[in-house]
Nanobody, 115 residues
Framework: QVQLVESGGGLVQPGGSLRLSCAASGSMFSIYGLGWYRQAPGKQREFVAAISSDGRTNYADSVKGRFTISRDNAKNTVYLQMISLKPEDTAVYYC?????????WGQGTQVTVSS
């Protein structure tokens, strides 16, 4: 069982930045596949970014060049650095973890981009 806890969401103006964090339980963090998804009101949850155990990254086209996913295995934490935020980035952001063929989700953190 892996528990994930996101933090770092909030209200930011368009063009602003935020860094989301997701702390994971477990001693096998370094081999987890990790990702960020988001869900806006009335829409389906969508992929944002992912990072493999060896550090390879993948991004949705809508966030390329603005968002950066990273991981700190010593802290059992995955991050999502977001810059140049747009109103359409407003959503609940969820981190997930793939380990031993199981998929785990955090509870989500709200990001609101508005002036």
């Amino acid at each position: 069982q892996v528990q994930l806890v996101e933090s770092g969401g909030g209200l930011v103006q368009p063009g602003g930045s935020l860094r989301l964090s997701c702390a994971a339980s477990g001693s096998m963090f370094s081999i987890y596949g990790l990702g960020w998804y988001r869900q806006a009101p009335g829409k389906q949850r969508e992929f944002v970014a992912a990072i493999s155990s060896d550090g390879r990254t993948n991004y949705a086209d809508s966030v390329k060049g603005r968002f950066t996913i990273s991981r700190d295995n010593a802290k059992n934490t995955v991050y999502l650095q977001m810059i140049s935020l747009k109103p359409e980035d407003t959503a609940v952001y969820y981190c997930n973890c793939v380990h031993a063929a199981e998929l785990y989700w955090g509870q989500g953190t709200q990001v609101t981009v508005s002036s």
